[in-house]
Each structure stands twice: as structure tokens, then as C-alpha cells.
């Protein structure tokens, strides 16, 4: 019998064999390209952030009435606004370009803190079972039953919207996601001889954890992080929309669609293009992270 | 070394005992665990609204003097002892009484029940859509990866979920409405009202169903159960539509779950105050704008409850789709 079954499962490769091959080089080809240009892509933006006054053809903050409101590729005294004009006559490109590094600062410090307490708190559950499971799992419960969205506007309108609480609130978003996949995938490592192995030739559980849990968990996080520094990056966007996020004088591209969005029908450019840029950064971290992901299929 | 005993790689078989099996004590069970979340959440905002904040600043007009906002705590018995508050707090918000709304002169809970029920329509309405995009498009995409069809529809669903609901809203506006006038821009006009709030849930949502789908059909795909059902020579379209979607079932009924529990957490109230949709979204950003504290947090304990009824709707769900789980 095991022959028998040996031999099914080997022809049955052999078949498939030339049309996997095929699949996986056209696969290959297409994320390979697009990989690499969405990867520029993101450099440019980190670029933005690093250095916004050597990228911002004008002063995000020069007011200039007399060319207010001008479309996309046009001209003014001063030279060609390629993004156009708002209602105070500032270069949009300019604001763009100054947007990038508080819309990354948030996004990635956020993301980092949401991933630290998601993946510890997910091994833990996992490996631990029974109360701290439970407990765990129902407080991320318990931050999924909040709705963030309600909770943010609730906090910032006793607070006063800030940055800080900003970077406090979005955390909140993202840690019960990383502890649900930690902890499933925690829960599946756990069964694993080597654990058992581990365990057996007396281990400790911090290093059982650390060294034979974590590391096999790694891509799985690898490639949520990059994902959820997109979504954090989107919720930032739709806190500072709704006038609860990030505040005048500062800039975000979320802010920047607000701005936009009462001139909708005369200036659509001041809200679609800020939305283009934002989405476009949040595909290449899309984009990236199932990048990410091939390398960690393949490696395991 | 309980741990290696808890962890023999044997088959698992669902556990009888002190867990229970049936689906009647899993309920009860769960049905605890769900007012165990409700307290926790009630407990956080009570946290939030009086340590962390002051809610006589809050209930206090901006140009109130010092006695006046003492006069507003001794009104609301801030005043007494921190556990005395917590008790009253929690009795007032069981029994219903979430406090007068200031801006519309009337209860709270009234306000949030009556934009509770278009909320519900349109994230139904919404999720649905997105399921229909997301399952059909994830199976037939996952079914032969590296296809023409997957790639197209792969990139498709990455943009949309790549893009801000909000945003994505204000797009179809411009175009559905203010450029081809099909549909109304914004607020409860008539049946069509919901056709493009809804569209803006399903693009973005059936974006990360079709994502979830379709890596659980590829993963299955090479399963030797689908090699088995091949080498027997069914069709594709059988192994696809009537074992594969069996198998990814439970998968795809937990995603559309947690998808609708996660649309709860944010995008349909951006997706509401874009479009005017007369719910909680919309509600809740106004009172906020007008300070309304008890709105805003009838708003947030309202849904949170129903969040955690769906959650547990769809757990179990869950459990009836696949009895294998053991109950835990």
C-alpha cells in the first residue's frame, strides 16, 4: 500500500511538473519587474522624507492669491506647478513632497509598536495555552470590539488632537492582528518534533520561544509589518481626513485630501492627486510584502 | 514537560469534558466571553473619559470660568470617591442611560439607535458585495496561479486595498454622480442612495477577500486530496467548486467575518461622513465636532456591542462549518 500510494503521488508531480514551471516563470517575471519599479518607487518617497527641501520645488508655506486654484502642468510667475495650486496659491507638489515624512513617521513607529506587542503577546497565547491565552486573546478581542475609528475621535476630542496620541491610538489597530497570526501559526510550531525535542533536552521556554518559535514565525511577520505599515499609514490618512488626526500646520498627505475635499467639484486635482501618491505607496508596500512573501514561501 | 504532553503530535480528536462539545455550551460559553468584552470595553472607556481625561472640561463650555467647571463636576457627582463613580457608571450604562445629548436635546441611546439600524444595512449590504467579488474571483484566480486572469484580478485587488476608503469614495462621487449623474452624491435619498457607499465597502473589502481566498485555494490546490480527485479524473470545475471550496470554507467563512467585524472598525464610518449616510459614522464625527461626549460614547458602546455579537455570530459559524475544530 504505501508503495502504491508513493508511486500516485510522484507520477501525479511529473505531470504537473511542466505547468508549475511555466506558471512560475511567467509569476516570476511579472512580480520581478513590477518589483523592482514599486521598490524605486518607495525610495523616492524615502527620499521625500529624508530630505523634503532638496526634492519641494517651492515653499510648502509661500502663500502667492494671485495663482490660486491652478490646474495640474501649469505655469505661474514663479515657474511650472506640474501638481497645481491650492486655494492659497501653494504649490501642491511642494506639499506633497513635505508630507511624506510625518505620513512615514507615523505609519512606521506606529506599525513598530503595534508589532512588538502583537507578536509577543501571540507567543505567549500560543505556546502557553489556557488562561493567558484566553486573556490575551479577549483583550484583543475587546480592542476589535472598540471601534477604532469611534474610540480615536473619542480620545482626541478629550485629549485634543496630537501626533503623540496619534502614535498611541494606531497601535491599537494593528496588535491583535499580529497576535492572531502569531498565535495560530505558534500553535501549529508547537506540535513540531523539534519543539518537543527542544523541550525534552531541557530547554528553557524563553529559549524555546526565542530561538525554535520566533525565527519560524519571522517571515509570516515580515510580511504582515510591511503590509501593516500600509493600512496604519491608510487609518492615519482617514483620522486626519475626518479632523481628528494630524493638525494644520503640519502636513500628510491625509490632511492634504481634507484640504482638497470642499473644492471637490471646482479643483479636483487638491484631493485626487494627494490619493494617488498615498495609494501608490501603500501598493509598493503591497507590492513588497508579497515580495516578502515568495522568498519566504520558497525558503521554507 | 506538560508541554510536550499538550503538544504529542497524534491525531487530535474534539475533547469531551470540562470544555464541552456541543454547540449549545460552546454558545453559552462564548455568549460569556462576549459580556466578559463588553465590560472590558465600557471599562476602557470609563478609563479613558475619567482618568485620562476630565469630563467636567468636556461637559463645560470653552469660555467656562473655574467655578463653573466645579459646579459641572459636583453636578455629575465627579466629586465623590473614584470606585462610587465606577459603580454608578456602570449601573447608568446597563440600564440604558447613556446620558442627554447636549446638541440634540435628547437621549443619547436614541440618537444611536436610530443610526445604528443604517449602519447595519450598509455594512451588510457592503460585505456582501465583497464576499461575491472576493470568494468567486479568489477560487477561479487561485485555481491556476500565473494565469492571465490571476495576475489581472491579483494586481486589481492589491490596488483596491491599497487605496483609502475615503478617498475611493470621493472618486466614485466625482465620477458617478457629479460627472455622469447616475447616482446621488451624498445622503438617504432613495434606494440608490446605497449603491455607491456600498460599492466603495465591496471594492475595498473584496480587495482583501479575494487576497485571502486565493492564497488559501493555492495553498490547497497542492494538497494530495485534489492530486487524488485529478488522478480519478473528476473535472476541474468539481475539484474546484465542490472540494477545494468545501475545504476553503472555513477559511473563507472566518475571513468574511473578520473582514465585516474589521469594516466595523473604521472604514464605514469614514465611508458614511463621505457620503452623508445617516449612521453611527456620520453621527458620531458631528457630535465630535460639537463636543457631544454622551453621543460619542453611546456611539462606541453601541457598536462595540454589536461587534461583539458578530464576532460571535461568526465564530460560531465557524464551528458549525467545520465541526473538526475542537472546541477550546
Known sequence: MPVNVVDTDRSASRLRAPLTAVNRRLSTIAAGRAWWGFAAFLALMAAWAIAPDFFAPYDAERLDPRNRLLGPFSDSTLGSHWAGTDSLGIDLFSQMVQGARLTFYIAIVATLLGTGIGVTLGMLAGYFGGFWDRLIMRLGEAQTAMPMFLVAILLLSLLGPSVTILIIVLPTLVWPIFARVVR??????????????????????????????LPNVVPRILVLFVVEIGHVMLAEAGLSFLGVGVQPPDITWGLLIADGRPLLTVAWWLTILPGVLLSITVLSLNILSRRFEQYAGAAA | MTAVEKTSPLPVRPRRGRTGGGLGPLLLRRLRDGVITLVLVVAIIFILAHVVGDPALVYAPIDATDEEIERIARNFGLDRPFHERFGSYFADVFTGDFGESMWQQRPALQAVGEALPDTVQLTLVGIVGAAVFGIIGGILAGSRPGSLFDRGSNFLSVTA?????????LLLIVVFAVQF??????????????????????IVHGGRIFQLVRSATVEEMSKPYVRVARSKGFPHRRVLWGHVLRNTGLTTATIAGWEYVRLWGGAVFAIEYVFAWPG??????????????????????????FVIVANLIVDLLYRVIDNRIKAS
Do not use: M
Open chain 2, 161 to 169: 486595498l491599497s487605496v483609502p476608503n475615503f478617498w475611493l469614495g
Open chain 2, 181 to 202: 449623474g447616475i447616482f446621488p452624491t451624498s445622503g438617504r435619498i432613495g434606494p440608490s442612495s446605497i449603491v455607491l457607499p456600498a460599492l466603495t465597502i465591496a
Open chain 1, 184 to 213: 495560530a501559526e505558534t500553535l501549529q510550531i508547537k506540535q513540531a518534533t523539534y519543539i518537543e525535542a527542544a523541550v525534552a533536552t531541557g530547554c528553557s521556554t524563553p529559549a524555546v520561544l526565542g530561538r525554535h518559535v
Open chain 2, 280 to 305: 453611527i459614522g456620520t453621527l458620531t464625527i458631528n457630535a465630535a465636532h460639537r463636543q457631544d461626549f454622551f453621543v460619542l460614547q453611546a456611539a462606541v458602546i453601541i457598536a462595540g456591542a
